[in-house]
Nanobody, 121 residues
C-alpha cells in the first residue's frame, strides 16, 4: 500500500498563492505518476495537474500558466505551486499516485485524504 499525506491548504485571498505538498510512503517503488485532483461540493473530481517520472506534465486548461507541479524524488514528495488564485479554484485538493499492478496491464491508484483550499473573492 501507498500512503499519501497532503499539506499546505488553507484560506487565501484572490490573487494570492499557496503551495501544496504530498508526501508518499509505504510501497512507493514503481510509482510512475503523481498528481493533483480537485473536487468542489456537488461536483466531480477533476484533474488539476499530473507529472510522470520521465518528466512529462499535464495541466487542466483552467490552471495553465498559474499552477506548477514539481516532484522531489529523494523526498518522495510532489508539490503544487498555485499562483494567481481565483475564487473558482476553491475545492478539496487530493493527491494521487499511480503504479502498475501485479496483473499485466493493471494499474493501482492511491489517494490522499485531501486538503481544503478556499479562495475568497
Amino acid at each position: 500500500q501507498v500512503q499519501l499525506v497532503e499539506s499546505g491548504g488553507g484560506l487565501v485571498q484572490a490573487g494570492g498563492s499557496l503551495n501544496l505538498s504530498c508526501a508518499a510512503s509505504g510501497s512507493i517503488f514503481g510509482i510512475d505518476t503523481m498528481g493533483w485532483y480537485r473536487q468542489a461540493p456537488g461536483k466531480q473530481r477533476d484533474l488539476v495537474a499530473v507529472g510522470t517520472t520521465d518528466g512529462n506534465t499535464n495541466y487542466a486548461d483552467s490552471v495553465k500558466g498559474r499552477f506548477t507541479i514539481s516532484r522531489d524524488n529523494a523526498k518522495n514528495t510532489v508539490y503544487l505551486q498555485m499562483n494567481s488564485l481565483k475564487h473558482e479554484d476553491t475545492a478539496g485538493y487530493y493527491c494521487n499516485a499511480q503504479k502498475s499492478g501485479v496483473l499485466p496491464g493493471s494499474r493501482n491508484d492511491y489517494w490522499g485524504q485531501g486538503t481544503q483550499v478556499t479562495v475568497s473573492s
